[in-house]
């Protein structure tokens, strides 16, 4: 089956978490699965942009991107990290392919605001390129960072991984999108919540279950599955391990 996995920023440098991701790919490998690896690269940009003197100011809870910042977080994200990824697959004898949305034209997104305010270059996904995609997972993992094309300017527009994720994973109706974290899903009370359904959302962003990066997990996951994605769950890697496993873990999200 067709499986996007999203990996976020602020665990990609650990390399227990690697390690973690990299077993579960070669599982899924070897269970004949088709693997899409998207990932951000949050705390490394920002890193990028503090060395470069680059001032890093957000609008309306998002990091304002403009010409310069864009050209760091390409590099960061379509060079360092998405090679880095690469590498670490294929050191474990996993065939992986690492692109951005830029590519064939992989991913088209069209500029946004926030909340009415201006984001710079910023972007959202209107458009994949379903028939590389499928080419493509057919011989290897890909692993494809968010930076997408824009479809008036044809420059990059960078575009939130979540975001794209979900994207991805309804353009090509996956069977599952997993968007892992580094908690085994959604917690209240100390519990995992089994699932989540829209109807529920708002209830459980005001009484603060779901806050800060979380937010954009669950927006996904009911993104994607309303675009045709058919399963979406988030947790971590040992309950992604789990689900490869055919056992429940983490919290679904459902419409």
Do not use: C, W
Request: cysteine-free; aromatic content about 4%.
């Amino acid at each position: 089956m067709k499986i996007v996995l999203k990996i976020g920023g602020n665990e990609i440098d650990d390399p227990g978490f690697l390690s973690e991701v990299t077993a579960l790919v070669g599982k899924l490998r070897k269970a004949n699965h088709q693997i899409v690896l998207v990932h951000g690269g949050g705390k490394e940009i920002t890193a990028l942009l503090k060395k470069l003197g680059i001032e890093t100011h957000f609008v309306s809870g998002m990091r304002y991107t403009d010409v310069k910042s864009l050209e760091a977080t390409e590099m960061m994200l379509s060079g360092g990290i998405n090679k880095r990824l690469v590498k670490t697959l294929q050191r474990a004898g996993i065939s992986a392919l690492g692109v951005s949305g830029v590519d064939a034209s992989i991913m088209v997104a069209e500029k946004i605001t926030r909340e009415g305010d201006d984001i710079g270059l910023v972007g959202e996904v209107f458009a994949v390129n379903v028939r590389v995609v499928e080419d493509l997972i057919s011989e290897f993992v890909l692993v494809l960072s968010p930076i997408s094309l824009d479809k008036t300017s044809g420059e990059s527009l960078n575009v939130n991984a979540d975001y794209a994720a979900a994207a991805m994973a309804s353009f090509l109706k996956a069977e599952l999108v997993i968007f892992l974290s580094n908690v085994p899903g959604v917690i209240n009370s100390g519990d995992v919540l089994p699932e989540i359904q829209e109807r529920q959302l708002e209830e459980l962003k005001k009484n603060g279950v779901i806050t800060g990066g979380m937010i954009p997990k669950v927006e996904s996951g009911l993104r994607a599955v309303k675009g045709g994605a058919r399963i979406a769950v988030i947790t971590d890697a040992a309950g992604a391990g789990k689900i490869a496993a055919g056992e429940n873990a983490g919290t679904q999200v459902k419409v």
